[in-house]
């Protein structure tokens, strides 16, 4: 092959592009939507990953490695926060594993929680949770369903001043104890909210997402399919035609489309153990997004069914 | 380190305490049988002769039956509980050490002197037979479940065949601690049956039967004195 001068400017040009925009590549999938973290502007993808019951695999060797797989196949597409608890068996040590075979990878986000109710042991858990992660240090660390969050709250506040740790927040789910949670929105400086929102469990809507907005806080929304009830539930029904229009090609997307299009929302994060999954999960955060009306189409669809 | 749940249990739900996928769950089992095989002959046969030896000489051996029993709940309490299953489910951590009570209640139950089996009224005769199933029927049932046989639970090795079998035993046992010593297993069995329901799983009523059915002959035993 002779290299002519216009060839060989084409194909600078192109690794150059390669470098810099690796979404562009040609075969590489197309990059997720960013969302802006209020307190710091740092970007985030729109979706990332959950670790509940399905990092929970102990030491079996085949399903560890199938877990590193599914986190390989999310940095691949884009993802970056990884979510996980003590609460979640052996979900943390499996992540470990994870990041050691992928060679710690530097997109990696880590979003833990603090989930003991003895204040005193919270320091101690969260170095026993960071050496499971082997990471230098959390990310994101968020106090588990609200459980002694008075001293939890204290000390995450202290390791973020001493720079032990980047952001501090809190977490429910299922709509536990919303009055507490928004009381304890109202009154401290929170980087970040956990809490379960959908297109069915919508309470949300009313006070804690424009509280979240209004406070300035990010938004990570846990349990995005009902643990998977809600993407079973809908598996025998037809997506409608004009979830086309949104770029929704599976139940799965159009869920996710709709978590993430509301405008609070920082991050959904589903969890899964299928490679396919996940990259139809990164995929939901990519091409068009609905507006609130048809925001309310889908609600109202999925009602009705 | 005192777990979450225990100052705010009521904000918590059955499911909540499911951490793992059934795939996961009976996974575990097919890692255990494959990491203790040939040992599943050893305890089954031993399950056996227990069965023999209170049929044929039921006021004998009270002491070697008890031992059996509680090395084989010391080993499953050990090795698939403590071992395997708390690490996909915390809460076993604090379940594990009653399977080491138990054996540590049968020791004394047997060395206490007094343990006979020779109850052979229609609770003990269930017994015997709840015994046999627990031995026979539960490694045979993946296949019916839609599981790999590898994933099989045999006495000795797995808690729920080794809790129904230990019952059914125990049924037609009179003396040496035997009301105390049915508690632990029965409350597994409980359990058990509860977290198989919050998994979803279609095996699930089958603990909680052998359960119902202990409790029930035991209640027949006590209307029929």
Not at chain 1, 265 to 277: E, I
Not at chain 2, 57 to 79: C, D, E, K
Request: hydrophobic share 55%; net charge neutral; glycine share 8%.
């Amino acid at each position: 092959m002779i290299i002519t001068r216009r060839t060989f400017v084409k194909t600078a040009a192109a690794s150059g592009a390669a470098l810099v925009l690796p979404a562009a590549a040609p075969g590489a999938p197309p990059a997720p939507a960013m969302r802006a973290v209020p307190s710091s502007g740092e970007m985030l993808p729109a979706v990332g990953l959950g670790t509940w019951i399905t990092f929970n695999v102990g030491d079996d060797p085949v399903l560890r490695d199938e877990c590193a797989e599914v986190m390989a196949a999310f940095f691949a597409a884009g993802g970056r926060m990884i979510d996980s608890s003590p609460m979640y068996g052996s979900s943390q040590p499996v992540i470990g594993y994870g990041l050691e075979k992928l060679g710690r990878p530097e997109a990696l986000f880590s979003a833990e929680k603090v989930w003991t109710s003895s204040a005193a042991d919270g320091p101690a858990q969260i170095e026993q949770s960071r050496r499971f992660w082997g990471v230098p240090r959390f990310d994101l660390v968020q106090v588990h369903n609200l459980v002694a969050w008075e001293t939890h709250l204290e000390t995450l506040f202290a390791m973020k001043a001493d720079g032990r740790i980047r952001y501090v927040g809190i977490t429910t789910s299922e709509g536990r104890r919303h009055d507490l949670f928004e009381q304890i929105m109202r009154a401290h400086p929170l980087d970040f909210v956990q809490f379960t929102y959908n297109v069915v469990d919508r309470e949300a809507e009313e006070r804690l997402l424009p509280l979240a907005a209004e406070r300035g806080m990010a938004v990570i929304v846990n349990r995005p399919f009902r643990q998977g009830a809600l993407t079973r539930q809908l598996q025998g029904e037809t997506l409608p035609d004009w979830a086309a229009g949104i770029g929704a090609a599976t139940w799965a997307q159009f869920i996710l489309k709709f978590i993430v299009s509301h405008p609070a929302v920082t991050v959904a994060l589903p969890a899964t153990t299928r490679v396919d999954h996940v990259r139809e999960n990164l995929l939901a955060a990519t091409g068009p997004l609905p507006d609130a009306a048809m925001r309310e189409r889908m609600a109202a669809y999925v009602r009705d069914l | 380190m005192e777990p979450a749940w225990m100052s705010e249990w009521w904000t918590y739900r059955l499911e909540d305490f499911l951490l793992f996928s059934p795939r996961v769950y009976w996974r575990m089992f097919e890692l255990a049988n494959a990491a203790f095989w040939p040992l599943h002959l050893l305890t089954l046969a031993a399950g056996l002769a227990i069965v023999l030896l209170v049929l044929r000489q039921p006021r004998r051996h009270g002491l070697w039956i008890a031992l059996v029993l509680a090395a084989l709940f010391a080993f499953v309490g050990w090795s698939l509980l403590w071992s395997r299953y708390a690490a996909i489910n915390w809460a076993i951590a604090y379940v594990a050490p009653a399977f080491g009570l138990q054996a540590l209640l049968l020791v004394i139950g047997g060395a206490r002197g007094g343990l006979a089996f020779d109850r052979r009224d229609i609770a003990g005769r269930l017994g015997l037979l709840i015994a046999v199933a627990g031995l026979v029927v539960y490694p045979l049932l993946p296949p019916l479940f839609g599981r790999p046989s590898a994933s099989a639970e045999v006495f000795g090795i797995a808690p729920d065949p080794t809790a129904i079998a230990a019952l059914g035993v125990l049924l037609a046992g009179s003396g040496g601690l035997v009301p105390l010593l049915l508690a632990i297993p029965l409350l597994w069995l409980l359990l058990s049956g509860l977290t198989l329901h919050a998994m979803g799983d279609p095996q699930a009523w089958l603990p909680l039967l052998a359960a119902a059915t202990i409790l029930a002959a035991l209640t027949l035993r006590r209307i029929a004195r």
